[in-house]
């Protein structure tokens, strides 16, 4: 009963400013999941613990990937990959592309 009744709170943006603030939001939301429960389940197995963790910590992936915070920081990742790739192609076709063309610098 207690379990149906325990919902997870949403998770803040400054939950997600580290690993270490990540870890204990994670780390409480699952000792008062495991509290609600124990009422009627005590102890909790092993199992049933590592179950809890790995549902909590989907969820706190989830908040994650869906905060604006996180899809700002994967562009700027992905502008720093995009270009590093580019610059390496472009090193490795210049003088080809450079004889159709292709100039050093834009006007």
Same mark, same amino acid.
């Given at each position: 009963m207690?379990?149906? *009744?325990w =919902?997870?709170k949403?998770?803040?943006?400054e !939950?997600?400013?580290?690993f270490?603030?990540?870890?204990?939001?994670? *780390?409480?939301?699952?000792?008062?999941?495991?509290?609600?429960?124990?009422? +009627? !389940?005590?102890?909790l197995?092993?199992?049933?613990?590592?179950?809890?963790?790995?549902e !909590?910590?989907?969820?706190?992936?989830?908040?994650?990937?869906?905060s604006?915070?996180?899809? +700002?920081?994967?562009?700027?990742?992905?502008?720093? =990959?995009?270009?590093?790739?580019?610059d390496?192609l *472009?090193? =490795?076709d210049? !003088?080809?592309?450079?004889?159709?063309?292709v100039? +050093?610098k834009?006007?």
């Amino acid at each position: 009963m207690a379990e149906e *009744m325990w =919902t997870s709170k949403p998770y803040s943006y400054e !939950e997600f400013l580290s690993f270490d603030r990540l870890k204990r939001a994670v *780390m409480s939301r699952v000792l008062d999941r495991a509290e609600a429960m124990m009422g +009627e !389940e005590f102890p909790l197995s092993p199992e049933r613990v590592n179950a809890l963790i790995a549902e !909590e910590w989907h969820r706190a992936k989830i908040a994650v990937r869906s905060s604006p915070a996180a899809r +700002e920081a994967f562009r700027k990742y992905l502008e720093g =990959t995009v270009s590093n790739h580019l610059d390496s192609l *472009m090193k =490795t076709d210049k !003088e080809e592309l450079g004889a159709m063309g292709v100039a +050093e610098k834009s006007l």
